[in-house]
T-cell receptor, first 115, second 113 residues
Framework: GAGVSQSPSNKVTEKGKDVELRCDPI?????LYWYRQSLGQGLEFLIY????????KSGLPSDRFSAERTGGSVSTLTIQRTQQEDSAVYLC?????????????FGPGTRLTVT | AQSVTQLGSHVSVSEGALVLLRCNYS??????LFWYVQYPNQGLQLLLK??????LVKGINGFEAEFKKSETSFHLTKPSAHMSDAAEYFC???????????FGSGTQLTVLP
C-alpha cells in the first residue's frame, strides 16, 4: 500500500518568506508526527496529532511554526518569516493508534533551504 | 524524560565483518526502543523494536538488538556486513505517556570492500 507522502520534496525560499509543507499519512493512521532533521540538532520532535485531540505542540521551536491537520488526515506545517536556521529536512510520520508500540512510518521528507 | 546516546558518529567495517552499533538510553519509565535506518535522500525505515518480552529482538536485513536493562543499552548487531548496509542508523526511545520518539544523533555506517 501507499506509504507516507510529503510535498514538495525540495523547497528553496528566501529569508522572511512563509512556507507550507504537506504530509499525507498512511490511510487509517490516526496519529501524525512532524520531526526536523538538521546538521546541528539531529532529529527533533516538533508536533504530534492524535485523532480529534488537541495537538502536542511541545516541540515547536518558536511561534513562527504552526501546523494543522484537516479531517484527521492531511497535515500542513507552516513556517512564517523563515530564517536561515530553519533550513533542514522536515520529516512526517504516521502510526496506528496502538497502545503498545506506536510504530511510526516515515515519509521521505521535505528539504527546506532558506537563502 | 528520555535521552539516547549513540557512541561513534562514524563506524567503518569490512564487508563480511561483524557490525556493532552502540546505543545507550536514559528513561525514567520502562522504555520502548527502536532502531531506524536512513538511506541517502530517503526517510527513516524501521529495522526493529523492543517493547516487552524477549530481550533479543530480530529485525529486517539480518539485524538484531539486545535490550539490557542493567546496562541501559540496546546495541545493534549484524554478523556479516553487506555493502548495501551502508547508511545512517538511528536509535530511538519512547517512554511512558510520550508518543513522540527521542532520537540519538545517528551513526553513519561505511562498509569497505
Amino acid at each position: 500500500g501507499a506509504g507516507v507522502s510529503q510535498s514538495p520534496s525540495n523547497k528553496v525560499t528566501e529569508k522572511g518568506k512563509d512556507v507550507e509543507l504537506r504530509c499525507d499519512p498512511i490511510s487509517g493512521h490516526t496519529a501524525l508526527y512532524w520531526y526536523r532533521q538538521s546538521l546541528g540538532q539531529g532529529l527533533e520532535f516538533l508536533i504530534y496529532f492524535q485523532g480529534n485531540s488537541a495537538p502536542d505542540k511541545s516541540g515547536l521551536p518558536s511561534d513562527r511554526f504552526s501546523a494543522e491537520r484537516t479531517g484527521g488526515s492531511v497535515s500542513t506545517l507552516t513556517i512564517q518569516r523563515t530564517q536561515q536556521e530553519d533550513s533542514a529536512v522536515y520529516l512526517c510520520a504516521s502510526s496506528v493508534f496502538d497502545s503498545v508500540t506506536y510504530e511510526q512510518y516515515f515519509g521521505p521528507g521535505t528539504r527546506l533551504t532558506v537563502t | 524524560a528520555q535521552s539516547v546516546t549513540q557512541l561513534g558518529s562514524h563506524v567503518s567495517v569490512s564487508e563480511g565483518a561483524l557490525v556493532l552499533l552502540r546505543c545507550n538510553y536514559s528513561s525514567s519509565v520502562p522504555p520502548y526502543l527502536f532502531w531506524y535506518v536512513q538511506y541517502p535522500n530517503q526517510g527513516l525505515q524501521l529495522l526493529l523494536k523492543y517493547t516487552t518480552g524477549a530481550t533479543l529482538v530480530k529485525g529486517i536485513n539480518g539485524f538484531e538488538a539486545e535490550f539490557k536493562k542493567s546496562e541501559t543499552s540496546f546495541h545493534l548487531t549484524k554478523p556479516s556486513a553487506h555493502m548495501s548496509d551502508a547508511a545512517e542508523y538511528f536509535c530511538a526511545v519512547r517512554g511512558g505517556s510520550a508518543r513522540q520518539l527521542t532520537f540519538g544523533s545517528g551513526t553513519q555506517l561505511t562498509v569497505l570492500p
